[in-house]
């Protein structure tokens, strides 16, 4: 992903002078075959607007999208036809994307009946995916209503994997599951990662979520990418004062390991109206003089990207 800008165009206010949010800001990023990456930060920090772009849900509004070598950003719709049985989105809340009216069996072969996929090899893939996501044969003349939440994402991973797919953008795909159900599709995530050699984005808020399954984390903010880091690297020791902020803010299983605890104050600045200079020194306790004034660049340090003058 090089250089990767969404700006939404909006009505200010009442005389209705155009103004524009800026979700995506120039993101440089790499997403390697066969890894997770976790995408963490605040909720309107441009996470799911990433997501969506990279699978082209949402066009960007600049920028290039280089997938297996081709630079898919400039594809028309016919092409991208063909290249979205590689990619498949796993949403929060399967129930608002599952057709109520409609049986497991025919929400599953939609995907393949969009791609012209014979109705002998369909009623296979069906029942064998059904079988993979740990639901049986029977379940597929159910409706979603008959469904636990749990179940339900189950056959949401079930829809996402009909295609056989390379990459899966997981957008909270756990985060509406109580804890212990959260563990059983996180742990089906995995199962499937290894038996189909996926690549997975995997977008939370929650860190611990992502610490469970992530090879690789970006830390977002207001559009931008603060930190990227090896998972070990970024929870053992974050650079980024908002990384910092973050974590510290995970509960600590160790009591007897005294953790700073870094209060985040103030809420997210609009991404309308961004601040100057470094986007997050309104709220940041180590800001210097600097930084309302000159945005730090993303730059390397000790096997690590991070966006903040006190390395720079
Ligand atoms: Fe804080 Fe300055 Fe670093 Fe921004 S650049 S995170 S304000 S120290
Ligand atoms: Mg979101």
Same mark, same amino acid.
């Given at each position: 992903i090089k250089e990767l800008n969404k700006h939404f165009s909006i009505s200010k206010n009442w005389f209705k002078k155009k103004g524009y949010v800026y979700a995506l800001n120039g993101i440089n990023l790499s997403v390697y075959e066969g890894e997770t990456l976790g995408v963490v930060g605040e909720s309107g920090c441009g996470k799911s607007t990433l997501g969506r772009c990279i699978i082209r849900l949402l066009k960007p509004s600049n920028g290039e999208i280089y997938f297996q070598g081709k630079d898919i950003n400039k594809y028309n719709k016919q092409e991208m036809k063909k290249v979205r049985k590689e990619m498949q989105m796993v949403f929060q809340n399967p129930y608002d994307t599952l057709n109520p009216k409609l049986t497991i069996r025919m929400i599953l072969s939609e995907p393949l009946i969009a791609h012209s996929i014979s109705k002998e090899k369909?009623? +296979?893939? $069906?029942? !064998?995916?059904? /079988?993979?996501?740990?639901? +049986? +044969? /029977? =379940?597929? !003349? &159910? =409706?979603? =209503? /008959?469904?636990?939440?749990?179940? &339900?994402? &189950? $056959?949401?991973i079930a829809r996402a994997l009909m295609l056989r797919p390379k990459l899966i953008v997981a957008d909270e795909a756990v985060s509406a599951l109580d804890v212990s159900i959260q563990a059983q599709i996180l742990n089906l995530f995995k199962d499937l990662q290894e038996q189909f050699e996926l690549t997975y984005i995997f977008i939370s808020h929650d860190l611990s979520v992502v610490e469970h399954i992530s090879d690789r984390v970006v830390v977002m903010y207001l559009g931008e990418i603060v930190e990227l880091a090896k998972k070990e690297l970024l929870y053992e020791r974050p650079l980024h004062p908002y990384s910092q902020s973050l974590l510290s803010a995970i509960p600590n299983p160790d009591p007897t390991e005294n953790r700073e605890r870094i209060k985040l104050t103030g809420d997210l600045p609009s991404p309308s109206n961004p601040p100057k200079g470094c986007k997050f020194h309104p709220r940041c306790h180590a800001r210097m003089e600097i930084c309302e004034k000159v945005q730090p660049e993303l730059k390397e340090l000790d096997g690590r990207l991070v966006a903040c003058h006190l390395y720079q």
């Open positions: 369909r009623t +296979k893939l $069906i029942e !064998d995916t059904i /079988e993979i996501v740990g639901l +049986k +044969k /029977e =379940h597929l !003349d &159910r =409706h979603p =209503h /008959e469904f636990s939440g749990g179940q &339900r994402q &189950r $056959i949401g």
